[in-house]
């Protein structure tokens, strides 16, 4: 399926003490397809101050990777995407 303009997609935020993650799901308005995870990324971080850097995006492929698109993943109109936080040194939250 190939969509033209705006696409909502769902991001679900894990549950984390200190922050503004309490486990709620947010929907973030892409223009297309041929967005980058970065790009995403980058709205996600005007949404809950959250800098790009520290998120790590995983969808039914596994992780993806910023300099893809959402299309490459196959992440269309009412996908969800899960975040965690990507912590120094590599360990997840």
Known sequence: ???????RI???????DDGNLKGQVLEITVQSLT????SLKGK???E???PA??????GKPGFVKDNMSLAYYNVGAGGTLSL????RGGRER
Do not use: D
């Open 1 to 7: 399926l190939w969509w033209q303009g705006p696409i």
């Open 53 to 58: 850097n520290k998120q790590k995006l995983s």
């Open 10 to 16: 769902s991001v679900s935020f894990p549950n984390v």
């Open 35 to 38: 967005e980058s995870v970065g």
């Open 84 to 87: 965690s936080l990507r912590e």
């Open 44 to 46: 996600i971080a005007g």
């Open 48 to 50: 809950i101050q959250l």
